[in-house]
Structure formats: structure tokens, C-alpha cells
């Protein structure tokens, strides 16, 4: 049952709304602004339903109070007796999810409370659907970039890139219905090894990544990795059979925050150079990001599988390749010297796009 808090100096008011909704809803009562910021600390409400004008602590200034506690929008509808249109106009302005005259009717203000939740779930829905990976129920790669930025900046803990070994030969051998399968089974042991608040999502194809919220201590990434590839090869011969010889497995590459820094876009790159010294120890482990990962490298090109490995993608998308502007000035170059030396058409396009709530390349990519 949701819960509102109701909000009104008048003791009468008070009690004619309590009896209007206490048969659909669980109401809790507050005579003032002061008493209603206590009692959202406790109670933790689903509505507000909140007196305008109120001596010591307005409407307005409780709403801006409750939302600067709470970390997810709480929806407010004021009552008045106030006729003026400037009383409403700034109600909204403010965020208010609707507005009802007194003296209150009793089914009008039911109506209003039913249609402000259908229209909290309708949006919550549609931004679940927007930020989900529609396969595997994760956040999907832009909300996983979007939310894990966020959490980088704001908390300490373990980012992580995963990468699943020999995917590739299950959709060869088995046929791609198979592959989703072992996808979505997979994604549901990462599911498993998350809390409430750490974040998890798929990037694409069979990469995925996580952000463990104070996560410091790498005897757990180990018995998470262990997990992982324990239950992940169990599952794969239930649904292809105990002779399944695929090496499955999953690689991890772990950084430590804010250890080796904040910055999302940094801290991937950190994460992808420990993935990769998974994969070149043979798979199916864990690497934390010492800092010298990516000298490795400069070393290791030693043949054609290794450069194949350093230098490719593994798992080229469908969208645009991102790149410096120096990086672009080269590949600019070769292409004008392809076109020369092959007599190709190559057409080039600029778009400028402008949008300050973008906080990096990759969101502004892929909402353009």
C-alpha cells in the first residue's frame, strides 16, 4: 500500500484528508513543515500532500527541503485556498506533480492522487526501458558509462570489465539461440554477485561491466571471479551436455577507486589493460591494474595474434569509432592517401553537436 505524508497547521484539514485516503493509502500526519521533514526521515513516503501556505515553513520551502534529503524524486501536490493563478504557476515551476483548491472534495483529490502515481510509474518505466539492456536485464551501455561516471566521482570501490572467453565458439558450435542462452544465464550470475547498490551492465556483445560500491579487498574479486567461471561452466554443460568442450570462462580486469583516479573514461582504460593481462596469462582469472599493464604491451608484440590482440576490438560495434584528434589526423591521412593511391570515393561529413547536459563523447555519440 502506498504511503502519504499529509501536511497542514489546521488540525481540521488535517483530519478530512486522513479520512479521505486512509481506505486506499497508509497516511501519516504532520501539523507543520518542521514535523513533516522529521516524520519523511522515518516514514520515507511515496506522496506528500502539503498545505500551501503554513506559518515558519511554507509548502514550497518543505518541498525544497524533502528533495535535497531524498535521493529519488518524491511527488508534492499542494492544497489551497489561494485563487491566485501565481500561487500554481510557482508550485510547478518548483516541481509540484499537481495542485487542489480547498475546501478539498473527496473524490476529486482521490482522482488526483491515483492519476500523479499512474503517471511516477509510467515514467519510471519509460526510464527503465531506456537505460535496460533488453536481453539480459542490465543497465545497457550508455547508462552503464552515464550511472558508473557518476558513482566513480562520488564513491569508492571496484570497477570492473568483464569479459566472457570463447563466447565466439558457442554461437559457431551451438548456433546463436544457445549463445543468448549462456548470455542471459550469465548475466544473472553477475546479477548475483552485486548488492543492492553497486551498478552492473553489458556494453555489448559479450563484455560487460561493474561498479562495487567500497570494494577494496581483492580476496573478494577472486572469490567473485572464481564464481563466476565455476557456476558459468556448470551452466554451459547442463544446456550443451557434459562432453561441452568450449573453454568457457570469464576474464576480469579490476581497478581500484579512487586509488588510480575518478575519471570514468581513465579508469576503463585501466580496467580494459588489466583485462588484457588476464588474456594473456591464459584466461579465466583476475587482474588488478598495478600500472604497469599498458607497458607491458609495448613488449609483447611479438607475433600476429598478440598485435591482433593489442591493436583490435573485441567486440567491434555497430556505431561510431571514437578517437583523439591527433588519432584522427592519421587516420584522416591514410584515407587521403588511399584515395590517392586506389582512386576510392571516401566522403566526409561534419556534425556539430551541442548539449550541455552531455558529460561525455560516448553519451553524446550515442544519443546523436
Known amino acids: 500500500m502506498k504511503k502519504i505524508l499529509i501536511v497542514d497547521d489546521e488540525d481540521v484539514m488535517l483530519e478530512l484528508a486522513r479520512l479521505v485516503l486512509e481506505e486506499d493509502y497508509e ?27 503554513m506559518p515558519k515553513m511554507s509548502g514550497y520551502e518543505l518541498q525544497q527541503i524533502i528533495q535535497e534529503k531524498s535521493n529519488k524524486q518524491i511527488p508534492f501536490i499542494f492544497m489551497t485556498a489561494d ?35 499512474h503517471n511516477v510509474e509510467q515514467v519510471a518505466g519509460w526510464k527503465k526501458a531506456a537505460s535496460t539492456d533488453m536481453m539480459t536485464g ?25 569479459d566472457l572467453d570463447s563466447f565466439k565458439l558457442v554461437n559457431d558450435i551451438y548456433g546463436h539461440e544457445m549463445g543468448d542462452r549462456i548470455l542471459i544465464r ?23 561491466i561493474a561498479f562495487f560500491r567500497h570494494l577494496n579487498d581483492e580476496q573478494i574479486i577472486a572469490k567473485k571471479t572464481a564464481f563466476l567461471n565455476e557456476e558459468l561452466v556448470k551452466s554451459a554443460k547442463e544446456y550443451m551436455g557434459e562432453d561441452m568442450e568450449i573453454p568457457l570462462g570469464a576474464s576480469i580486469g579490476a581497478v581500484f577507486v ?57 567486440n567491434i560495434g555497430h556505431g561510431a569509432l571514437i578517437v583523439e584528434k591527433g588519432n584522427f589526423q592519421m587516420i584522416y591521412q591514410f584515407l587521403m592517401r588511399f584515395i590517392s593511391n586506389y582512386t576510392w570515393d571516401i ?4 556534425f556539430s553537436i551541442e548539449n550541455e547536459n552531455m558529460e561525455n563523447i560516448s553519451q553524446v555519440t550515442d544519443q546523436f
Open 347 to 350: 566522403h566526409l561529413a561534419v
Open 83 to 117: 485563487e491566485r493563478d501565481e500561487s500554481e504557476n510557482l508550485g510547478f515551476e518548483l516541481g509540484a506533480a499537481d495542485y487542489i483548491r480547498k475546501p478539498l472534495k473527496s473524490d476529486l483529490l482521490l482522482r488526483r492522487i491515483e492519476r500523479v502515481f
Open 258 to 314: 579512487p586509488d588510480a583516479g575518478t575519471d570514468f573514461e581513465a579508469l576503463f582504460k585501466k580496467a580494459d589493460s588489466a583485462l588484457y593481462t588476464v588474456k594473456q596469462k591464459g584466461k579465466h582469472g583476475y587482474a588488478l591494474y598495478q600500472g604497469e599493464s599498458l607497458q607491458k604491451e609495448e613488449t609483447a608484440i611479438g607475433n600476429m595474434d598478440n598485435l591482433r590482440m593489442i591493436f583490435g576490438e573485441r
Open 186 to 208: 550469465f548475466s544473472n550470475l553477475i546479477k548475483s554477485i552485486t548488492r543492492e547498490d553497486d551498478l552492473a551492465g553489458r556494453m555489448g556483445g559479450d563484455e560487460f
Open 138 to 162: 542490465l543497465l545497457n551501455k550508455s547508462a552503464s558509462q552515464r550511472e558508473i561516471s557518476t558513482a566513480c566521482m562520488e564513491s569508492q570501490g571496484t570497477l570492473m570489465m568483464i
Open 27 to 53: 497516511t501519516v500526519c504532520a501539523s507543520s513543515g518542521e514535523e513533516a521533514v522529521r516524520l519523511f526521515e522515518t516514514e520515507r513516503p511515496d506522496m506528500i500532500l502539503s498545505d500551501l501556505l
